[in-house]
């Protein structure tokens, strides 16, 4: 890796004397360059994602790890589930090597549902304290008893997490800053940030509820990443929120034209044949035909 970090170096000090020289750039010199560059293959990323348990973390972000070997398997047993959605290799060109399971997981002083460490590769997760320990629960939404992996599958906050390391590597770190085409997708006059009081525990931002036009949850309304995260998890998250945003979509071409660009990112992303059969192209497909 160092050898070639020193070649592609020395190829771009002899583009900028060529440059100097005669305004122009050896075509020989660029076919090099390219040739530096592996092609785009999903081989590259033909591996498993690690998950990492046990590892306690300190200071700006808090890991605890005194989680039961119940919680902790029903936990592993779920991101199992959810990595199998997406056509293999999929997190790891997102960046994310591994998933860091955490008890109270916080980053300063804030609970967080999950994490996405884009420095270390690292999706963090929070394993909730009795997740594997209820036989049934009820679920609101389909006023029924169900098994705690049907009720747990498909978290929202991994979607939303894994949007958010797709988002980076699609487009760099630029992107969290200034995003113009999608901002320019909202509303005449609407400006992210003010939407809602984080300081208000009454209110659950991220109960999907259309709460402006084009947007899906007020959590969405805070800028334009979370937004795009929030968009991502809609997508590929929990069944009941999925028919919601197609329900918000149908009637919302501001949301409508949010899903289209998602998943014409996401097929540009992840261009490569083999994941026909996955939940994530199933998924992605469904969305662009039933707002289309």
Known sequence: MKIRFVFFFLVLISLAACNEKKNEIDP???LSV?????????????RDVQIITHSARGFLMTCDVDYTEEDLNFSIEILKREIARYPRGYWIKAGIDSVLLCKNLKFLG???????DIYFKTLILNVPDGIGRNAQIYDDATSTFISPFEYYDRLNVIHHELTHAVDFS????????????????????????????PQNSSVNIHTFSHPLPGFITLYATTNHVEDRAEIGAGIMGVISDYNRLIQFCQSDPIISAKIKRTVSEWKQFWPF?????TEWKIRITQAERDCG
């Open 34 to 46: 390219a040739l530096l560059q592996p092609p785009d293959r999903a081989e590259n990323y033909d």
């Open 110 to 116: 804030r609970s967080l549902g999950g994490l996405a």
């Open 28 to 30: 020989d010199l660029l």
């Open 170 to 197: 699609f487009m760099g770190f630029g992107f969290s800053i200034f995003d113009p085409a999608w901002e320019q997708l909202n509303y005449t006059g609407f400006q992210y940030g003010n939407h809602y009081d």
């Open 273 to 277: 044949p083999g994941a026909e059969n």
